[in-house]
C-alpha cells in the first residue's frame, strides 16, 4: 500500500502565485520531512527547477506571466526534467481542467484549497522512495 512509502527528504517545488497557498504548502511539506522550494509564477520556477533538481512540482493553473499549463508543459518538454512529476493545483474544480492538465502532462490534479493529508498523499502517490 503506497501509504507506507517514505520518501522524506524529496525535493518539493511549490509554484503558485498566492503567498498564503506557498506558505501553507511549505509548512505542511516541511512538517511532514520534504525539502521545499517555494516560486510565485512559472518563470521564476523555470529558474528555480535547474537549480533546486525538484523530485516533484506541485504548480498553480492559473498565475501572471506564465501560467500552470505552460509551466508543466516546459518542463514535461526538457529532455532532463520530463520525468519530474506535476501536480496541477487549481481552484476550479472543472473536467476540462483536469482534462488539460493530462495533455501538458501533470500526473495528478489538486483543487484548493486542499488539506495537508491530500498534499503529502499526492506525494506518496507521486515519488518512489530511494532504494537503499
Given at each position: 500500500m503506497?501509504?507506507?512509502?517514505?520518501?522524506?527528504g524529496?525535493?518539493?517545488?511549490?509554484v503558485?502565485?498566492?503567498?498564503?497557498?506557498?506558505?501553507?504548502?511549505?509548512?505542511l511539506?516541511?512538517?511532514?520531512?520534504?525539502?521545499?522550494?517555494l516560486?510565485?509564477?512559472?518563470?521564476d520556477a523555470?529558474?528555480?527547477?535547474?537549480?533546486?533538481?525538484?523530485?516533484?512540482?506541485?504548480?498553480?493553473?492559473?498565475?501572471?506571466?506564465l501560467?500552470?499549463?505552460?509551466?508543466?508543459?516546459?518542463?514535461?518538454?526538457?529532455?532532463?526534467l520530463?520525468?519530474?512529476?506535476v501536480v496541477?493545483?487549481?481552484?476550479?474544480?472543472?473536467?476540462?481542467?483536469?482534462?488539460?492538465?493530462?495533455?501538458v502532462?501533470?500526473?495528478?490534479y489538486?483543487?484548493?484549497?486542499?488539506?495537508g493529508?491530500?498534499?503529502?498523499?499526492?506525494?506518496?502517490?507521486?515519488?518512489?522512495?530511494?532504494?537503499?
Open positions: 503506497k501509504d507506507n512509502i517514505d520518501v522524506r524529496a525535493r518539493i517545488l511549490v503558485d502565485d498566492s503567498k498564503t497557498i506557498r506558505r501553507s504548502a511549505e509548512n511539506l516541511n512538517k511532514a520531512g520534504y525539502e521545499v522550494c516560486a510565485e509564477d512559472g518563470f523555470l529558474g528555480k527547477i535547474v537549480s533546486f533538481k525538484p523530485d516533484l512540482v506541485f504548480v498553480d493553473i492559473m498565475m501572471p506571466r501560467d500552470g499549463y505552460h509551466t508543466c508543459a516546459l518542463i514535461k518538454s526538457n529532455p532532463t520530463k520525468h519530474t512529476p496541477m493545483l487549481s481552484s476550479k474544480d472543472g473536467l476540462f481542467d483536469r482534462a488539460k492538465g493530462r495533455l502532462g501533470a500526473q495528478l489538486l483543487s484548493k484549497p486542499f488539506t493529508e491530500e498534499l503529502i498523499g499526492a506525494v506518496r502517490a507521486n515519488l518512489r522512495p530511494t532504494p537503499t
